[in-house]
Nanobody
Framework: QVQLVESGGGVVQAGGSLRLSCAAS????????MAWFRQAPGKEREFVAA????????YYADSVKGRSTISRDNAKNTVNLLMNSLKPEDTAVYHC????????????????WGQGTQVTVSS
């Protein structure tokens, strides 16, 4: 049974930082592209960042590029997202997702999903 469990969300003031973590189990982690998506109330789920199976290549949405860093530890089956200079528009539920081998920026391309962790940025 595949499980993706996110942690690290919370309430932070604008300009602050948060580090989100996702712990994966029940899958061959090193063969999975890992990604973060977010969904704000009344909005579509949107791509935030992704990382290749080896961790050598990363992808970011324009909205978070330069403020965020995605990383993974294949020995620990974890993927992290460090977000700096947070803005109120970053407020959303952040989901971890996994797909086999190749990158996709579309939510439809990911087979496995976590339940999400709430990030709230106050102005």
């Amino acid at each position: 049974q595949v499980q993706l469990v996110e942690s690290g969300g919370g309430v932070v003031q604008a300009g602050g930082s948060l580090r989100l973590s996702c712990a994966a189990s029940g899958l061959t982690f090193s063969t999975k592209v890992m990604a973060w998506f977010r969904q704000a109330p009344g909005k579509e789920r949107e791509f935030v960042a992704a990382i290749s199976t080896s961790g050598d290549t990363t992808y970011y949405a324009d909205s978070v590029k330069g403020r965020s860093t995605i990383s993974r530890d294949n020995a620990k089956n974890t993927v992290n997202l460090l977000m700096n200079s947070l803005k109120p528009e970053d407020t959303a539920v952040y989901h971890c997702a996994a797909r086999s081998w190749s990158y996709s920026g579309s939510a439809d391309g990911y087979r496995y999903w976590g339940q999400g962790t709430q990030v709230t940025v106050s102005s």
